[in-house]
């Protein structure tokens, strides 16, 4: 690294003697901080980074620390620097008389705008505050008072990502400038600052706005699971149309290794449409069906029992395991904020009086959701017990899945039927016709009176 620094040196140092004389100065920056021989000119345009606190021993930065006449930095020639990036526009000699008032121009106005935040932030910042269109002492008291009448969630996720960072606070912090001169991202953030702990507590607003729809979502889920549990569990059709499965399946496989069972898996079910018949035709379902609909009609509906089927079908267990959890941290995170706004004094008074009403309610509500989610899980192992499978290798997704299927798949093969029964029917009725028909001519040939010969003779005549 030495070596390279030093050829740079070398190549600045020959670079220098073809270039002609500057009527400035010039100054080395180095890496670490300026000298204070050589001011910062603020008519450059700033740099914008946000520097390191400290510099970390074996990092690149405490390295830039220490260097000799061999390794320190090139010097800069500060008048070709303000030449090529002033910020001020370049005032033109001979177009001084085309001034109006020596008024300043709309862009020279921009420029005294101290911008201290990176500037691609500043921007999505600015464009945020346009769309939240309260003054920023109401967002404020809006934030503090948790109030949703004026902040939707969409509003308060957004002022989340846009709370200033560490560094940008303390950047602000240092600015000692006039705070109007400030763009309107570093005035953002300086309200913003006033606030204790500002991130944590938007994100505590956040929570108590979506907590109701998400505790009402979360239960709706819940039951549906455990109506579905119940409802094939007490469903005596079901379990009727399972018995009649299994002595169809016992009488297929009788005399073999797969006869005499007293039980078959669940996803037995989805093989009875894989059986078909030697016609091909039709499966062992349309046979089911068949034998159903002639003697035990009253079972081919049994689907009605199991209403919730379907909605439980498209829940995952784990997806509430984790929104319940969720739920938990949440209001962990707000009695924390509740614990630490106690020592903010008056700022956080109103905060701590509203988060305090929405604890009592919200704790209550999750003591109920806590133990639905317990009785649920329990139905779930119950539907998998019922039906002989072991809940860790059957869980209760695929229960329902299976069911699901059998379901569609029985619903089908049972319209499959009627309509071909439809079909045979009218076929019947079209031989019928065509049988009557053919017999038609030879009837009314025999019901002919027949004729005398002489009449006969006559009617030529």
């Known amino acids: 690294m030495v070596l390279l620094v030093h050829c740079l040196v070398k190549h600045n140092e020959l670079l220098h003697r073809h270039l002609p004389p500057q009527g400035r100065g010039r100054v080395s920056p180095g890496f670490g901080p300026p000298?204070?021989?050589?001011?910062?000119?603020?008519?450059?345009?700033?740099?914008?980074w946000i520097k390191v606190t400290r510099a970390v021993k074996g990092s690149l930065w405490a390295e830039a620390q220490i260097y000799d006449e061999a390794t320190k930095p090139p010097e800069f020639d500060m008048s070709e620097l303000e030449s090529l990036f002033s910020a001020a526009m370049p005032t033109s000699v001979h177009g001084s008389s085309e001034r109006s008032g020596g008024g300043r121009t709309a862009r020279g106005a921009k420029s005294d705008r101290v911008h201290l935040i990176d500037l691609r932030r500043a921007n999505n910042c600015e464009i945020m505050l346009t769309k939240v269109k309260i003054p920023l002492p109401d967002v404020l008291s809006a934030v503090l008072a948790l109030d949703d009448t004026v902040l939707d969630v969409d509003q308060v996720d957004n002022l989340i990502k846009f709370c200033p960072t560490k560094e940008e606070m303390d950047l602000l912090t240092g600015y000692s400038g006039e705070k109007e001169n400030l763009g309107k991202c570093e005035q953002f953030f300086l309200e913003i600052m006033k606030v204790p702990r500002v991130e944590s507590k938007l994100?505590?607003?956040?929570?108590?706005?979506?907590?109701?729809?998400?505790?009402?979502?979360?239960?709706?889920?819940?039951?549906?699971?455990?109506?579905?549990?119940?409802?094939?569990?007490?469903?005596?059709?079901?379990?009727?149309?399972?018995?009649?499965?299994?002595?169809?399946?016992?009488?297929?496989?009788?005399?073999?290794?797969?006869?005499?069972?007293?039980?078959?898996?669940?996803?037995?079910?989805?093989?009875?449409?894989?059986?078909?018949?030697?016609?091909?035709?039709?499966?062992?379902?349309?046979?089911?069906?068949?034998?159903l609909a002639e003697k035990l009609p009253g079972l081919l509906d049994f689907y009605k029992d199991l209403a919730h089927l379907e909605a439980a079908s498209k829940i995952q267990l784990k997806i509430l395991a984790e929104e319940m959890q969720a739920v938990s941290k949440g209001i962990e995170k707000v009695q924390q904020e509740l614990t630490a706004s106690e020592n903010d004094g008056p700022v956080s008074e109103v905060f701590r009086k509203t988060i305090k009403r929405f604890l009592v309610d919200a704790e209550a509500d999750v003591r109920s959701l806590t133990s639905l989610y317990s009785d649920v899980g329990r139905n779930a192992d119950a539907l998998a017990l019922y039906f002989g499978?072991?809940?860790?290798?059957?869980?209760?997704?695929?229960?329902?899945?299976?069911?699901?299927?059998?379901?569609?798949?029985?619903?089908?093969?049972?319209?499959?039927?009627?309509?071909?029964?439809?079909?045979?029917?009218?076929?019947?009725?079209?031989?019928?016709?065509?049988?009557?028909?053919?017999?038609?001519?030879?009837?009314?040939?025999?019901?002919?009176?027949?004729?005398?010969?002489?009449?006969?003779?006559?009617?030529?005549?």
């Open 35 to 48: 000298s204070p021989a050589t001011p910062r000119r603020s008519s450059l345009k700033p740099l914008h």
């Open 203 to 291: 994100r505590v607003f956040s929570f108590k706005i979506q907590f109701r729809s998400q505790v009402s979502d979360l239960r709706t889920s819940l039951n549906i699971v455990k109506d579905a549990s119940e409802e094939v569990r007490q469903s005596f059709k079901l379990r009727r149309i399972m018995q009649t499965i299994l002595s169809l399946g016992n009488a297929m496989n009788q005399g073999t290794a797969r006869g005499s069972a007293i039980g078959f898996r669940l996803d037995s079910l989805l093989k009875l449409s894989d059986t078909r018949a030697r016609n091909n035709k039709m499966t062992l379902m349309h046979y089911l069906c068949k034998v």
């Open 389 to 461: 499978e072991d809940p860790a290798r059957c869980p209760f997704e695929q229960v329902v899945s299976t069911l699901l299927n059998f379901v569609n798949t029985f619903r089908r093969a049972y319209e499959e039927n009627v309509k071909q029964a439809e079909i045979e029917r009218k076929k019947a009725l079209k031989e019928a016709e065509k049988e009557r028909v053919k017999l038609s001519p030879m009837k009314t040939e025999t019901k002919r009176p027949l004729l005398s010969p002489i009449k006969k003779i006559l009617e030529k005549e």
